[in-house]
């Protein structure tokens, strides 16, 4: 049910502190407000998505079983196949059976059950800040502004719907699910965890973020926050980029060969408003970046094919490196709810993953 | 509000800026308010731009790039339509201050106005005709008024001067050289009387430019000319525009004069004016009996009115009264008017009038005719000087006879006792009912050569035969001083030599017969009264003469060619020869001022010759030939105002006589000189005796109050300035308060490039809306790109 009390940003700080962080990454935050999951997860979504089961693209490697295959062949109760043995093989993996039935040497293969690793990146950068929706009619709970004030349903608004949404769905299969807002570099984290209180955590660090007024002009710098990300990351993960992705194309490129090189799966979703697609201004009037490029005054009517031309070629240079690499990229409005662009995207990785069982 | 305009017209800086492109402002304040107004699109841009607020905008990057990309393409879109806007702007302020491209010399130089103020007979038009015909505004106030407010214009302290002019013919300087002390020129104009002469614009713009010639040639090719304005303050009514009469040039194009003048009068006036009065015979007698009867001794006046105005073409009707008047004293009672019908179309009626009497006892007459008041009163009297004489004294010149008792029986009668008998009839017997004035003296030929006629009027001459050579002299001599001689042949000669000696002493051009033709039957006389200058001698009697002559018939006459020179016979018998000649003597080339008149009736005043005496005719011919002589003889020195004329022999001084006359103040007896006023004086002579009266009347050219067309007066005048330099003075739309703009500096001096402007300026704001539409990028979609947003 939606609280129709109204919002304190001051004492949703407060309660934020004494909770403390999750994981005590630089900026996160201590403790978590007192939010209603469906702030970010419109029951309209959660309706909508409750008839699919997440499907991962790859198969994990886990340490709790789970429904996700995994693609390491191993311990495992469900036989997959037998390969010739080579030198270097694990003799433990011999199938003895086989042996003294053919006199060959071969190697039994099983499929290991993983759970999914879940990392969900959020860009909160100042980029992310715009929204020219009204927040009230964004949020469906009738709710005229958000905590912090803002009257408009940003970018990072429907960012971090986008993350906890698959963040909720993630640990309500049992699988592991992270968390980690960056701009410039990592602002906040949540540690991959499938324990019951992650969810409140990942909800926690969401909403706290942008609380901080210096939070807000922060420059992007992906690079960087995947280059941290990775760091803190072992294991394969399936790796959930929340970005408006305006950085620069070459720099997108590289994050996307190096995360393949680490060979994480991606999925990357560009979150856009209307406005900047359309760019419907007619007006005459100043105009002012939020990630501190400085004002210019200009006719939008001047300039509008121009811009369209820039942007248009931006996103679909964007969707090239996701898509060229093998991964997966989804573009979202905010003036879009989140359930048919998620359920699209879930239904086609379903496919992907019953086409081909092994990657 | 003058004073503000006036104000506005001293600012030298804007005009003086531009000066140097030859570009001059009629209002340099709208010159500078337009300059200024190139600032508003500036400021509105200003304004707009602080009142918005930033937009927020995340996808900077992009935008920038954008706009960096079309940055250059942007500004110079932007400039240009800051220009478009703030050249329509200037282009419309210049517009409306009139900028005027002409000689730089007279926008900086000082003004000098030369104000031409109607004073003439036309201006008296009366602007408002109130119910009781009293005297109101006249358009000379106007004018006045309209010289003031131009004057107003000027700034001593500038070096604008002012000059005065009045047009009443002839043109005079009322100030000149021109004046710095405004104040002083404004006093001389409200001072400028009414006069009652034609305008005479042809002679001032003439003065105008002799005085402008001589104050270039004194100043040489040096220093700063000031810029001439000359300003025609008239009406220019028909009276005043003489269209016909060719103007001096006083120079066209940059630097010359240039000439405002008021717009054609609105208002029509009807005007009636009397141009002639006339007795319709020359000589006004008074009878002592008439004196104290205070009857009319049948005396007649013939008005001439003309009318001018719409009311020509409609039907109307003016009363006319004329009255013998001593000019001294009011006229006695009332006269009776008689009343003038118009037709629809007719512009000048002649009547006969008869003259009221005169006063008692007066010396000099005038015939004053009065008409209804109307739009010009002056128009509405006419006078004129008449020779009123208590009785005519003629000079029978016959044979003494021993017996000087008149015949009781008519066979017995003597050419002398038919005229005596005829010029005064005696008796109850002859009776007339009317006094004829007429008091004849027998007179001796020889008594006539030894002291002559002085005293008389007319001398009949029944006895030429016995005049000597010094008689004729003398004759000549009365003759020269306005005398009335009529000659009958000797009815008892048998050879009339007289007739040659007679044409020689006194200059005629008549060949007269020595011998008398005998007709076997007699001839009848000739119904008809010739033409010819002496044909006024039976004029009044002309429509009764078929009648009179048919029972006269005529068996003697002399035989009398007249010459070429001469004017034909007066009244001719049936057989085409003459019976009366008639000639004035010391009209042509004569050196004295008095003329008379000499008339020769061929048959003689006997029965013999004609049974003419015992007819009807007899009495009508000799009374008109000797009153009307006499007055022929009279000199009329009467004048038209502004016209020169001729000056009373022997006068030493004039007196006014009536009160306009003395308002007129004094008047030279120079013969050059005019009298611009009507009025009447008395010629004095030497011993201080009135010598005659002299009236000076109106000129009636300039009753015409008939409204000329401002594209004629306009051509009439462009042939003094140039056409592009006359300019109509703008009156206010509601005739009132301050003019729009400055006259005296207003344009005419250079061409007005107020229509291009204003055409520029609208050229210019459909390319701005062109430029701005195309530039506002309005026709850019609006819909969503192609990005795949929202997919």
Redesign the interface.
Known sequence: MPDDRPIDTSSAARRADHAGASDGTPGSARSLPEVDPSLYLHPQTLSRLGSFELRAKMIVEGISSGWHRSPFQGFSVEFAQHRPYVPGDDIRRLDWKVFAKTDRLQIKQTHQETTLDLLVMVDSS?????GSRSFEEASGEGRKTSVDGRTSWT?YDHATAVAAALSYITLHQGDRAGLIVYADEVRASVRRSSSQGTWRQIVGALSLHPLAPENRSRPTALSRAVDQALASISNRCLIAIVS?F?GEIDEIREVVARLRHRRHDVIAF?V???A????????????????G?G?????P????????????T???EV?RAFRGAGYDYQ???T??WLGPPMAAFVARRNSILKRSKYA | MTAMWQDFTRLPEPSSALATLGLTFVTPALAVAGAAAVAIPIIIHLLTRRRRTPIAWGAMRFLLEAYRKHRRRLTLEQLLLLACRCLVVMLLGLALSRPMLGDEADSRGATHLILLIDNSLTSQVRESLDPRGQASRIALDRLKDEAGKLLAELDSSRGDRASVMTLASPAMEAVWPASPDLGAVARVIQDIRAEDSRADVAGAIAAVRARLLERENESGQGGPRPRVVLALMSELRAGSAELSQPLASIGSGPGSPILKVLPAPFQFMDNTAITAVDPVRPLMTVTDAEEEAGGSPGNQARVTLERFGPWVSRAGTTRVRVLLTDPRTPPIGESPAVTVPWQPGQRSATVIVDVAPGPPGAEALALTALIDPDAIASDNIRVRSVEARRGVRVAVIESLRLVTSPSTSIDRFTPGDWVRLVLRPQGPSVGLGVATGLTPTTMDPASVARGGLGGFDAAIILAPDELTQAGWTRIAEFLGSGGMVLVTPPADASVHVWGETMAAALGLDWTIGREAVTYGEPVGVAGEVSGGASNTLLGMISGEMPGLARPVSVMRRIEVRVGEGSPPPVLGLSDGAALLVASEVGSAGSTTESRGMVALLTCAIDLAWSDLPTKPLMLPLLHETVRVGVGVSQVVHDRIAGRTGRVPAGMTDLVPVDSRAREAGAWSPAAASVSRVSGVWRAVGAGGSTISLLAVNPDTAGSDTDVVQSEQTAAWLGTTVGADRVTVIAEPADNRGPRPVSVVAAGGEGESISVPLLIAALCMALVEVFLARRFSHADTAVAAGESGAGA
């Open positions: 100042g980029s992310m800040n715009y970018k408006d305006f560009q856009l408003d209307r900047e697609l359309d760019f419907d201004f007619v007006e005459p009037a100043p105009f002012e970046g939020l990630e490029e004002r210019v005054r200009l006719d009517r001047a300039i509008r094919d121009s811009y369209r031309e820039l942007i248009g931006h996103v679909s969707e573009a979202l409005s003036h879009d």
